[in-house]
C-alpha cells in the first residue's frame, strides 16, 4: 500500500534552516510529483511547490521563492524540503504528498510539526 | 497567480441535510479543480477530482460539479461524520504548474 512517511517534529530559531524529509513506499517513487503543503495552527492549507522525484525539477509557490528548496534521494526514494531564513510565521504542520493526475493529491503524509521559536 | 474563493466559510447543518459548497477562480481553469475533506488533526483527504470525479473509495453522496471559474460542492445527505472543514484546490496547467487551495469550508452539525 502507498505510504508517505514523514520525518518528526522539529523547533527551530529565527534564523535557523528545517530540513523535513518523507519516505515513500508502496509505489515507484519517480513515477509520481510530490508536493508540500503546509498549515498553520487553525488556518487553511497553503500549497509550498512541487518537486518530480525523476527529473529532479521543481515549481515553488511564489511566496516560498529563495527561501524553499525540494530535493530528493531516488536510491532511498525519500523527498526533502527545505526551508530557510525561518521566521515565526513559519510555525506549521508541514505535508507532503503525492501528485497524480491532473494535479490532485491522492495520498499524504502524516505531517511534520515544525516550530519556531526564541 | 490564480485565486480561489470559497463559500460560505462555515455552515451548520442537521443530520440528512443537503449541504452545497461553493468555489471560484479568479480565472478559466477549465475542470483542474479538487475538493478535499480535512479533519481535526489529520490530513487532508481527497475527495472529488477533476471538478466531478469522485475518488475511488469515497461515499456517493459527495459529489461535484462545474467548469471554468465557478465549482460546486454537494453532500446530499449530511451525516455525523461529514463533521469536516472542505477545501477545493485548483491546478494551473501552464508552466510553471501552481496550486492553489481555496481558504476552505467549516462544516458542523446545528
Known amino acids: 500500500q502507498v505510504q508517505l512517511v514523514q520525518s518528526g517534529a522539529e523547533v527551530k530559531k529565527p534564523g535557523a534552516s528545517v530540513k523535513v524529509s518523507c519516505k515513500a513506499s508502496g509505489y515507484t517513487f519517480t513515477s509520481y510529483d510530490i508536493n508540500w503543503v503546509r498549515q498553520a495552527t487553525g488556518q487553511g492549507l497553503e500549497w509550498m511547490g512541487w518537486?518530480?522525484?525523476?527529473?529532479?525539477?521543481?515549481g515553488y509557490a511564489q511566496k516560498f521563492q529563495g527561501r524553499v528548496t525540494m530535493t530528493r534521494n531516488t536510491s532511498i526514494s525519500t523527498a526533502y524540503m527545505e526551508l530557510s531564513s525561518l521566521r515565526s510565521e513559519d510555525t506549521a504542520v508541514y505535508y507532503c504528498?503525492?501528485?497524480?493526475?491532473?494535479?490532485?493529491?491522492?495520498?499524504w503524509g502524516q505531517g511534520t510539526l515544525v516550530t519556531v521559536s526564541s | 497567480d490564480i485565486q480561489m474563493t470559497q463559500s460560505p466559510s462555515s455552515l451548520s447543518a442537521s443530520v440528512g441535510d443537503r449541504v452545497t459548497i461553493t468555489c471560484q477562480a479568479s480565472q478559466d481553469i477549465s475542470n483542474y479543480l479538487n475538493w478535499y475533506q480535512q479533519k481535526p488533526g489529520k490530513a487532508p483527504k481527497l475527495l472529488i477530482y477533476?471538478?466531478?470525479n469522485l475518488e475511488t473509495g469515497v461515499p456517493s453522496r459527495f459529489s461535484g460539479s462545474g467548469s471554468g471559474t465557478d465549482f460546486t460542492f454537494t453532500i446530499s445527505s449530511l451525516q455525523p461524520e461529514d463533521i469536516a472543514t472542505y477545501y477545493c484546490?485548483?491546478?494551473?496547467?501552464?508552466?510553471?504548474?501552481?496550486?492553489?487551495f481555496g481558504p476552505g469550508t467549516k462544516v458542523d452539525i446545528k
Open positions: 477533476d471538478a466531478s
Open positions: 504528498a503525492r501528485g497524480i493526475g491532473y494535479g490532485r493529491f491522492d495520498y
Open positions: 484546490q485548483q491546478y494551473d496547467n501552464l508552466p510553471p504548474f501552481l496550486f492553489t
Open positions: 518537486m518530480n522525484p525523476n527529473s529532479g525539477n521543481t
